[in-house]
């Protein structure tokens, strides 16, 4: 927190307006699972067997030099030389979260040194059935489970980040919280789903109002020791309590097409380097505010959560209200209450074409 904070009044020191937060370095799109809501693994297969070099991903962090380093992918721990990678960015005192499945986070643990610059961050869609059903693959939630205990025992730094789609069970999602928090995590991480153009599933992603009403479900009434490792003032903005327009070049992605154009989610093009992504891209044209179709749903992290960070140390009322999310974060709400009380129809009712697929058929999708 610290080092985001000083980074941050460092950047307002020196004036400047757009500056990145956190690097999401995709190092490859390769995965071992093919959920139905991601359209990484949707790229051909000569794509899928490429990989950035730990060069390349040092290069383009170095350029950034934003204090955190996000590596998804695909699965990074399928990636040949993703040790390199980590202990490189390690070494430069970055803050590392590695996201995976964990579905090889035990048979990986190995190559790593715990560290404070190094979280794992394991993807978790909720309880046992829901997360299987969200990643289109059934015991997933329990090989998750064996890597994030193993990755405790050995003295890693781990988080959880939750996705949700339409349909989600805000009661599930409550006591999914619980188990996290009992099993040891250090913080969860929360966004609702956005629709990628090649996502097999175009149906349960959530619109606007929809994400407002889950989230306000879910994040009212809140429990003491639910810990997250988010701004709280971006937990709100999920919530329908402000309202924040997007900041894409705070979480800027590079992967193995260069610095993708203008955000994680959206493909309109890519540059070369940092410094023309900054200067090229026409960030008038995206976000809610702007009436970019695209933008009209989306309350991601990845181009919200700077705004609330921004507000946090830009401003003195977001500053405040952080200080007053942190010390009384309960949220007490009977609106809130009552939406628990509402029936849900599950996301597979809804869209039954799709469906979890066995290990063996989500292996044979990768091989």
């Known amino acids: 927190m610290w080092t985001v904070a000083s980074y941050v009044l460092k950047q307002r020191l020196a004036g400047r307006k757009r500056y990145p937060l956190v690097v999401m370095l995709e190092p490859l799109f390769r995965c071992n699972l093919a959920c139905a809501g991601c359209g990484k693994i949707q790229y051909p297969p000569h794509i ?13 962090v170095d350029e950034a030099g934003a ?3 996000a590596i998804p992918g695909g699965e990074p721990l399928m990636h040949t030389r993703i040790e390199e990678i980590v202990n490189g960015l390690v070494a430069r005192k970055k803050y590392v979260y590695l996201c995976t499945n964990a579905l090889l986070l035990t048979e990986k643990l190995h190559l790593f040194t715990p560290s404070k610059y190094l979280t794992f961050s394991v993807h978790m869609d909720g309880e046992r059935d829901h997360h299987d059903f969200a990643v289109c693959r059934e015991g997933g939630y329990d090989l998750a489970l064996e890597g994030i205990q193993a990755a405790l025992a050995r003295g890693f730094r781990v988080t959880t980040n939750t996705t949700l789609f339409d349909g989600a069970d805000p009661n599930s999602v409550r006591r999914f919280f619980d188990q996290m928090m009992e099993l040891g995590v250090e913080g969860m991480m929360l966004s609702p789903g956005y629709s990628y153009d090649k996502a097999p599933d175009q149906q349960s992603f959530l619109p606007r109002e929809r994400t407002k009403r889950l989230f306000s479900a879910i994040l009212s009434n809140r429990k003491s020791g639910w810990r997250f490792n988010q701004s709280p003032l971006f937990l709100e ?31 309109d093009g890519y540059a070369d380097t940092h410094a023309e992504l900054m200067a090229t891209t026409a960030w008038q044209s995206y976000g809610a505010e702007s009436g970019n179709p695209k933008c009209a749903n989306c309350m991601v992290h990845s181009g919200h959560e700077a705004s609330a960070v921004h507000d946090t140390f830009f401003t003195l009322p977001g500053f405040l209200a952080t200080v007053g999310a942190t010390l009384f974060a309960r949220y007490r709400s009977r609106e809130a209450e009552a939406l628990l009380a509402e029936p849900i129809v599950p996301a597979h009712e809804r869209n039954p074409l799709v469906q979890i697929q066995a290990a063996p058929a989500a292996e044979k999708t990768h091989a």
């Open 48 to 60: 899928l067997k490429s990989e950035l070099t730990p060069e390349e991903c040092f290069r383009a």
């Open 237 to 267: 903005f999920l919530m329908g309590r402000r309202s924040y327009d997007c900041r894409p070049w705070g979480m800027p992605t590079f992967n193995l097409f260069g610095w993708q154009k203008p955000c994680y989610l959206l493909q």
């Open 67 to 69: 204090p955190m380093v």
